[in-house]
C-alpha cells in the first residue's frame, strides 16, 4: 500500500495543488502497465452516474437523488513517467511486440491447459495427469534457484501449461494472484524462469448517500460493496454506535480507490477519507500511513487517531450478566461482595481480545480470577481478564500486546459459575465501570510525522471535497432541469 502514497506527495511541490488534482487522480503506478495494456490512447473522460432513488427529504417540494457514484478514470497521459499526450505513445524498443504479446498470454489465452490448484495437489500429480515426465519436473525445478519456488503451490493458485506442436511442454506458469504469475519457459533444452508482475492502477472513486433504511441499504444503494460499509462503520465506530445511534436523514460521503488491472477494475481499494454526519454532527476520518508504514485514520483537522486508546469490550458477541456493583451477592462465596468489573457470559474458548496496546504484567493463577492476564496501559491504566480457559500462545510476563491482540480464551478457571470473562478496568489502582468509563482518546499523530501527515491529509481533503462540490453541482443542475421541466 505504501506505494501509493507518492501520489499525495507529488503535489507538494506546487502551490497549485488544487488544480493538479484532476492529474493526480489518475495515477499509474510503474511503466509495465503501459505495455501490457494494447491501448494507450484512451479517450480520457470523466463519467458520472447519479445512482438515485428519487427521495422526499421534510423541506425539500423536489425529490433529491440520495446517493452519487463518481468515478474517475485515470487520466493515463498524465502521469509524470508517461509520454505527453502529443507526443506518440512510445512503447520499449527493446521489446519486440511478439514478446510482448507472450506476457499476456497466461491470462488470456484459450490455448493453455489450466488446473486450479487444490488443498493436497502436487505439481508431481499435476504433471502426471498432463502426462509429462517426472524427470522433466525434475529438470525444471532444478534449473535455477527461482525456479525452486515453482514446488511451492498453494490452493487457489492455478497452474497453465502451454504446449509445443509435438505436445512437449513449451511454458509453465503458476498465477499466484491477479497481479503475479510465475513463469517458467523452455528454451531449446533449458528453462528460464521469471516473475510476472502486473502492474495496478489506481483509480479513485467518490461516493455519498443518505440514510433512509440501514446502513447497509443506503451504502449498497451508493454503490459501496458490504466490506466497504464495514469499513466505513469501523472507521466512525469509535464516535457513533451504528446499532444504537443511527438516525434517518444521516448522511455519509466516501473518497474511496479502486484498482484496475489491464482496464479492468478488479478489486476496491482502501477508503481514503469519509465524513459522516450523525444527528447533526460530522465527524471526519483521513487514511494516513507514517513513514514507517503504521496507517491509522486520524482526524483531519486534529490530526487525532479515530481510534481510543482502548476498544469498550474485549469479546465479540457476548451477553452482559453482571454489571459493575459497589455490591452484590456472590454466587459461589455465598455472600455480599462489590463486583468491580463486567461479566460477559460467552461459551468456552470465546476468543478474548486486549482493549488496548499495553505490555501483560501478570499472566498465571491468581486465586478468584482462576487463569488471569493483567495488562498495564502506560503508567495510569490497567486491565484484567479473569477466568480464562487457557492463553494464546506466545502470551507472557512482559509481552507486548496490540488493541483487539488475541490474549486468551472464555473459560470458568476459578470462582466461576459458568463460562464468562471477568473484565476489569483501574485507573491510577482504582477499580472504574468498563460500560461508563470515559475511554481516553488516542493520542495525535506524532511530533515528526504531523508535517508529512497535513501535507498526505491537506491533498486527499482537497481531492474530497472536489469531488463534494461536483456532486453538489450535479444535485443543483438535476433540481435545475426538474424546475424547467
Ligand atoms: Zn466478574
Same mark, same amino acid.
Given at each position: 500500500?505504501?506505494?501509493?502514497? +507518492?501520489?499525495?506527495?507529488?503535489?507538494?511541490?506546487?502551490?497549485?495543488?488544487?488544480?493538479?488534482? *484532476?492529474?493526480?487522480?489518475?495515477? /499509474?503506478?510503474? !511503466?509495465?502497465?503501459?505495455?501490457?495494456?494494447?491501448?494507450?490512447?484512451? !479517450?480520457?473522460?470523466?463519467?458520472?452516474?447519479?445512482?438515485?432513488?428519487?427521495?422526499?427529504?421534510?423541506?425539500?417540494? !423536489?425529490?433529491?437523488?440520495?446517493?452519487?457514484?463518481?468515478?474517475?478514470?485515470?487520466?493515463?497521459?498524465?502521469?509524470?513517467?508517461?509520454?505527453?499526450?502529443?507526443?506518440?505513445?512510445?512503447?520499449?524498443?527493446?521489446?519486440?511486440?511478439?514478446?510482448?504479446?507472450?506476457?499476456?498470454?497466461?491470462?488470456?489465452?484459450?490455448?493453455?491447459?489450466?488446473?486450479?490448484?487444490?488443498?493436497?495437489?502436487?505439481?508431481?500429480?499435476?504433471?502426471?495427469?498432463?502426462?509429462?515426465?517426472?524427470?522433466?519436473?525434475?529438470?525444471?525445478?532444478?534449473?535455477?534457484?527461482?525456479?525452486?519456488?515453482?514446488?511451492?503451490?498453494?490452493?487457489?493458485? +492455478?497452474?497453465?501449461?502451454?504446449?509445443?506442436?509435438?505436445?512437449?511442454?513449451?511454458?509453465?506458469?503458476?498465477?499466484?494472484?491477479?497481479?503475479?504469475?510465475?513463469?517458467?519457459?523452455?528454451?531449446?533444452?533449458?528453462?528460464?524462469?521469471?516473475?510476472?508482475?502486473?502492474?495496478?492502477?489506481?483509480?479513485?472513486?467518490?461516493?455519498?448517500?443518505? /440514510?433512509?433504511?440501514?446502513?447497509?441499504?443506503?451504502?449498497?444503494?451508493?454503490?459501496?460493496?458490504?466490506?466497504?460499509?464495514?469499513?466505513?462503520?469501523?472507521?466512525?465506530?469509535?464516535?457513533?454506535?451504528?446499532?444504537?445511534?443511527?438516525?434517518?436523514?444521516?448522511?455519509?460521503?466516501?473518497?474511496?480507490?479502486?484498482?484496475?488491472?489491464?482496464?479492468?477494475?478488479?478489486? #476496491?481499494?482502501?477508503?481514503?477519507?469519509?465524513?459522516?454526519?450523525?444527528?447533526?454532527?460530522?465527524?471526519?476520518?483521513?487514511?494516513? +500511513? +507514517?513513514?514507517?508504514?503504521?496507517?491509522?485514520?486520524?482526524?483531519?483537522?486534529?490530526?487525532? #487517531?479515530?481510534?481510543?486508546?482502548?476498544?469498550?469490550?474485549?469479546?465479540?458477541?457476548?451477553?452482559?450478566?453482571?454489571?459493575?456493583?459497589?455490591?452484590?451477592?456472590?454466587?459461589?462465596?455465598?455472600?455480599?461482595?462489590?463486583?468491580?468489573?463486567?461479566?460477559?457470559?460467552?461459551?468456552?474458548?470465546?476468543?478474548?481480545?486486549? !482493549?488496548?496496546?499495553?505490555?501483560?504484567?501478570?499472566?498465571?493463577?491468581?486465586?478468584?480470577?482462576?487463569?488471569?492476564?493483567?495488562?498495564?496501559?502506560?503508567?495510569?491504566? &490497567?486491565?484484567?481478564?479473569?477466568?480464562?480457559?487457557?492463553?494464546?500462545?506466545?502470551?507472557?510476563?512482559?509481552?507486548?500486546?496490540?488493541?483487539?491482540?488475541?490474549?486468551?480464551?472464555?473459560?470458568?478457571?476459578?470462582?466461576? &459459575?459458568?463460562?464468562?470473562?471477568?473484565?476489569?478496568?483501574?485507573?491510577?489502582?482504582?477499580?472504574? #465501570?468498563?460500560? &461508563?468509563?470515559?475511554? *481516553?482518546?488516542?493520542?495525535?499523530?506524532?511530533?515528526?510525522?504531523?508535517?508529512?501527515?497535513?501535507?498526505?491529509?491537506?491533498?486527499?481533503?482537497?481531492?474530497?471535497?472536489?469531488?463534494?462540490?461536483?456532486?453538489?453541482?450535479?444535485?443543483?443542475?438535476?433540481?435545475?432541469?426538474?424546475?424547467?421541466?
Amino acid at each position: 500500500m505504501r506505494d501509493y502514497k +507518492t501520489t499525495f506527495r507529488e503535489p507538494r511541490k506546487s502551490k497549485l495543488y488544487l488544480f493538479r488534482i *484532476p492529474i493526480l487522480a489518475t495515477l /499509474i503506478i510503474g !511503466t509495465a502497465f503501459y505495455w501490457f495494456s494494447g491501448e494507450q490512447t484512451a !479517450t480520457q473522460t470523466q463519467t458520472t452516474s447519479v445512482l438515485s432513488q428519487p427521495l422526499q427529504l421534510p423541506g425539500h417540494d !423536489t425529490p433529491l437523488p440520495d446517493s452519487f457514484v463518481i468515478t474517475k478514470p485515470a487520466d493515463k497521459t498524465a502521469a509524470s513517467k508517461q509520454p505527453g499526450p502529443q507526443e506518440p505513445v512510445k512503447t520499449d524498443p527493446s521489446k519486440t511486440a511478439e514478446q510482448v504479446q507472450r506476457k499476456t498470454i497466461p491470462e488470456m489465452s484459450a490455448t493453455w491447459e489450466s488446473h486450479k490448484i487444490k488443498s493436497g495437489d502436487t505439481l508431481a500429480e499435476i504433471f502426471k495427469d498432463w502426462k509429462l515426465s517426472s524427470s522433466l519436473l525434475h529438470k525444471i525445478v532444478n534449473s535455477s534457484k527461482q525456479a525452486k519456488s515453482l514446488a511451492d503451490i498453494r490452493p487457489g493458485e +492455478t497452474i497453465k501449461l502451454l504446449r509445443d506442436d509435438n505436445g512437449d511442454l513449451l511454458e509453465l506458469a503458476v498465477v499466484r494472484s491477479p497481479t503475479e504469475t510465475f513463469l517458467v519457459s523452455r528454451n531449446e533444452d533449458s528453462f528460464e524462469s521469471e516473475t510476472i508482475t502486473r502492474e495496478v492502477e489506481v483509480r479513485q472513486a467518490y461516493t455519498a448517500g443518505i /440514510i433512509e433504511n440501514s446502513l447497509f441499504l443506503d451504502g449498497q444503494k451508493a454503490g459501496l460493496t458490504d466490506s466497504q460499509i464495514m469499513e466505513m462503520a469501523g472507521i466512525f465506530g469509535w464516535d457513533i454506535d451504528f446499532a444504537l445511534e443511527l438516525r434517518k436523514g444521516d448522511s455519509f460521503k466516501l473518497l474511496y480507490e479502486e484498482h484496475y488491472l489491464d482496464g479492468e477494475k478488479y478489486r #476496491n481499494g482502501p477508503i481514503l477519507a469519509a465524513e459522516f454526519i450523525n444527528k447533526g454532527t460530522t465527524y471526519k476520518a483521513v487514511r494516513y +500511513t +507514517t513513514p514507517d508504514d503504521d496507517t491509522s485514520y486520524y482526524d483531519p483537522d486534529d490530526g487525532r #487517531n479515530k481510534k481510543r486508546a482502548f476498544i469498550r469490550t474485549p469479546v465479540k458477541f457476548a451477553r452482559i450478566s453482571s454489571g459493575f456493583t459497589r455490591k452484590r451477592w456472590h454466587p459461589v462465596l455465598k455472600k455480599w461482595r462489590s463486583h468491580k468489573g463486567v461479566d460477559y457470559a460467552a461459551p468456552t474458548g470465546t476468543p478474548v481480545k486486549s !482493549t488496548g496496546n499495553g505490555v501483560i504484567s501478570f499472566r498465571g493463577k491468581k486465586g478468584g480470577y482462576g487463569n488471569v492476564i493483567f495488562i498495564k496501559h502506560g503508567g495510569t491504566y &490497567t486491565t484484567v481478564y479473569g477466568h480464562l480457559s487457557r492463553f494464546a500462545k506466545g502470551m507472557r510476563n512482559g509481552k507486548k500486546v496490540r488493541q483487539g491482540q488475541l490474549i486468551g480464551y472464555v473459560g470458568s478457571t476459578g470462582l466461576a &459459575t459458568g463460562p464468562h470473562l471477568h473484565y476489569e478496568f483501574r485507573v491510577n489502582g482504582s477499580h472504574r #465501570n468498563p460500560l &461508563t468509563v470515559k475511554l *481516553p482518546k488516542a493520542e495525535p499523530i506524532s511530533k515528526k510525522y504531523r508535517n508529512d501527515f497535513d501535507q498526505s491529509s491537506k491533498q486527499i481533503m482537497a481531492q474530497f471535497n472536489l469531488y463534494d462540490r461536483q456532486a453538489t453541482d450535479q444535485l443543483a443542475q438535476l433540481n435545475d432541469d426538474k424546475a424547467d421541466g
